[in-house]
C-alpha cells in the first residue's frame, strides 16, 4: 500500500516537473523565433523536410479518406433520397473534423517522429553540446526553425487533406456511384459556411500544429541520449501527439460548435 | 587576440570543488590549476569524470561546492551572453566530433564564423581553407560528415574548434579508438597547434603513453580525487602504488581486477 501511495507520487511530481521543464523549453523556442526570421534559409530547409516530404502521405490519405466518406455518406444518404447533399456532407466533415484531425495525426507519425529522432540523436551524439560550446545557441539554430516550420506547415497540410479529400468524395459519389454534379458542388458552396467551417478548421490545425511540433521537440531534446532513450522518446512523441490532437479536438469542437 | 601575455600564470583555476550526479559523488573537493600556454593532460580510469571535468569548465555543468575560473572570470557567476562571450574564447574537441551531421566538412567549419563574424563569404572561405591546410584535409572539404573516417572526423573538429583562434582547447579523449597513424597525426597536430598558436590545451584521456608524451603536467584522477600529479618524468617516477598501476597497465594492484564480489568458493557452493 505505501508502495503505490509512493510510486503515485513519485509519478506525480515526475509529470509536474515535466510540464515545467516543457513549458520553460516552449518559452525559450518561442523567444528564439525572433532570430530565424532574419536568416529564412534556415526556415526553407525545415519547411521542406516537414512539410514538403509529409506531401505524398497528406495526398493520398487524404484521397482515400474522402472516398470511403463519398461511398459511406452516399449509401446513408440515398437511403433517404438526400443523395445530393453528399457534397456537403463530405466537405464539412473533412473542413470541420477529418482534416484537421487525421492529417495531425499523420502529421505526428511522418514530421513529428522524424523530428524527435533527429533532435534526440543530434543529443546522443553530443551535436547540440558542441553547439553550446561554441557559444552557439542550439535553441536558436536548431529548435526554433523546427518549430516555426512545424506551426506554418500543419495547417497548409490540413488544407491540402481536405481539398483532396473533397475531390476524392467527388471520384466515389459523382463518378463511381452517380450522384448529380452540379448538385455535389452547388450544395457544398450553398452550406459550408466561411467562418464556422473553414476558419474553425484552419483554428484546429493551427492548434493542432503548435502542439504536434511543441512535443516532438521537446521530446527529442529532453530524451536520454542513448539509442532506448530516443527511441522511447519517439514512441511519446507518436503516442502523446494523438492524445493530445484527440482531447483538444474535443475542446475545440465544444467551444466552436457545441454550447457547452 | 595575443595570446602570449603572461604565459606564466594560470588560464583555468579549480578550487574545492565538488561535483555528484544523482547520488554518485564525482568530484571530492578538488583543487586543480592550468598553466598558460602549456599542454596540461588529466588523467584517470574511464568513468572517473573527465568529461565531467571539461563540462564543468566549459560552463555546461554546474558545480555543488567550490569555484571555477577561466581567465580570471568565475564560470558559474557570468551571465549568459557572458558565459558564450566566454565560451567563443575556448574550444572544445569532443570525443565522437560532434559535427553536424546534416552539413559538410567545409559548412561545419565555417559555422563558427558566420555565427559569431560579419566576415564575407571570401574571407570566411579563406580562414576554412586555412584551418582545414592545417589539419591536412584542405582535400575534404565537400565530404559530408558520415563520409569521414574516425580520424578525420577528430582533425576536422579540430579545425573547427581553432576557427576563432581560442585562447584555449579542450580535448576529450581525444586518441581513443585511432589506428596508429592517425593516433600519431593527433600527437603531432596537438602538440603542432599549441605552440604555432600560441593556445592552452587541456587533454583528458587514459593514453597513457601518447598523453605522457605531449604533456607539460599531468594530473592523475581516481574516486573523485587527484591521486597524483607533476611532469611526465615525476608522475612516471611516482611512489604511489595506484599511479604506477595506472601508468604500466597493471591488471592487478590497488585496483583490483576482480570487482568486489563474496568469496569465490562460498559462491559457487552457494545453493
Known amino acids: ?260 | 587576440m595575443d595570446n602570449s601575455v603572461n604565459l606564466n600564470s594560470d588560464i583555468v583555476s579549480i578550487q574545492n570543488v565538488s561535483f555528484s550526479h544523482g547520488s554518485r559523488k564525482i568530484f571530492d573537493d578538488i583543487s586543480l590549476t592550468i598553466q598558460r600556454g602549456k599542454i596540461t593532460a588529466v588523467m584517470g580510469p574511464s568513468g572517473t569524470g573527465k568529461t565531467t571535468l571539461l563540462k564543468l569548465i566549459g560552463g555546461q555543468l554546474t558545480p555543488d561546492k567550490g569555484s571555477i575560473e577561466v581567465d580570471k572570470e568565475n564560470v558559474h557567476q557570468l551571465k549568459r551572453a557572458d558565459l558564450y562571450t566566454l565560451r567563443k574564447r575556448m574550444g572544445m574537441l569532443f570525443q565522437s566530433g560532434a559535427l553536424l551531421t546534416d552539413i559538410n566538412v567545409y559548412d561545419n567549419i565555417a559555422l563558427p564564423l558566420r555565427e559569431h563574424t560579419r566576415l564575407s563569404e571570401s574571407m570566411i572561405r579563406t580562414l576554412v581553407l586555412m584551418k582545414l591546410h592545417a589539419v591536412g584535409l584542405r582535400g575534404a572539404r565537400d565530404l559530408m560528415p558520415n563520409e569521414l573516417s574516425g580520424g578525420m572526423a577528430r582533425r576536422v573538429a579540430l579545425a573547427r574548434a581553432i576557427a576563432l583562434d581560442p585562447m584555449m582547447i579542450m580535448y576529450d579523449e581525444p586518441f581513443t579508438g585511432q589506428d596508429p597513424i592517425s593516433l600519431g597525426t593527433l600527437v603531432k597536430l596537438i602538440k603542432e597547434l599549441n605552440n604555432a598558436l600560441k593556445l592552452t590545451s587541456i587533454i583528458v584521456s587514459h593514453d597513457v603513453k601518447e598523453t605522457a608524451s605531449i604533456a607539460d603536467y599531468i594530473y592523475v584522477l581516481s574516486g573523485g580525487k587527484i591521486i597524483g600529479q607533476g611532469t611526465p618524468e615525476q608522475i612516471k617516477n611516482s611512489d604511489s602504488e595506484w599511479v604506477q598501476q595506472f601508468m604500466k597497465g597493471d591488471a592487478d594492484g590497488p585496483v583490483h581486477f576482480h570487482y568486489p564480489a563474496i568469496d569465490y568458493q562460498n559462491d559457487l557452493f552457494e545453493t
Open chain 1, 1 to 260: 500500500m505505501i508502495n503505490f501511495f509512493q510510486n503515485l507520487g513519485k509519478v506525480t511530481l515526475s509529470g509536474f516537473s515535466k510540464l515545467g521543464r516543457s513549458t520553460f523549453f516552449l518559452l525559450q523556442v518561442l523567444s528564439g523565433i525572433s532570430s530565424v526570421i532574419p536568416r529564412p534559409r534556415l526556415l526553407i530547409a525545415q519547411l521542406y523536410s516537414v512539410g514538403v516530404l509529409s506531401f505524398l502521405i497528406i495526398t493520398i490519405s487524404g484521397l482515400f479518406v474522402g472516398m470511403v466518406l463519398g461511398l459511406q455518406g452516399f449509401y446513408i444518404l440515398s437511403d433517404f433520397g438526400a443523395e445530393e447533399a453528399l457534397g456537403v456532407m463530405v466537405a464539412s466533415s473533412l473542413v470541420r473534423e477529418l482534416g484537421p484531425v487525421v492529417a495531425a495525426l499523420l502529421f505526428a507519425g511522418r514530421a513529428g517522429s522524424a523530428l524527435t529522432a533527429e533532435i534526440g540523436l543530434m543529443k546522443a551524439t553530443e551535436q547540440l553540446s558542441g553547439m553550446e560550446m561554441m557559444a552557439i545557441d542550439p535553441i536558436k539554430r536548431i529548435i526554433s526553425p523546427r518549430f516555426l516550420s512545424g506551426f506554418l506547415a500543419m495547417p497548409l497540410l490540413a488544407a491540402l487533406f481536405s481539398s483532396i479529400g473533397v475531390i476524392g468524395g467527388h471520384i466515389a459519389g459523382v463518378e463511381m456511384l452517380g450522384v448529380d454534379e452540379g448538385s455535389y458542388w452547388s450544395q457544398m458552396q450553398a452550406n459550408l459556411d466561411f467562418q464556422d467551417d473553414i476558419v474553425n478548421g484552419i483554428i484546429k490545425s493551427i492548434v493542432f500544429g503548435f502542439v504536434v511540433s511543441w512535443i516532438a521537440l521537446f521530446e527529442g531534446y529532453d530524451a536520454i541520449p542513448t539509442s532506448e532513450g530516443v527511441s522511447r522518446a519517439t514512441t511519446r512523441t507518436v503516442v502523446n501527439s494523438a492524445f493530445a490532437i484527440l482531447a483538444l479536438d474535443f475542446i475545440l469542437t465544444a467551444l466552436m460548435f457545441g454550447d457547452i
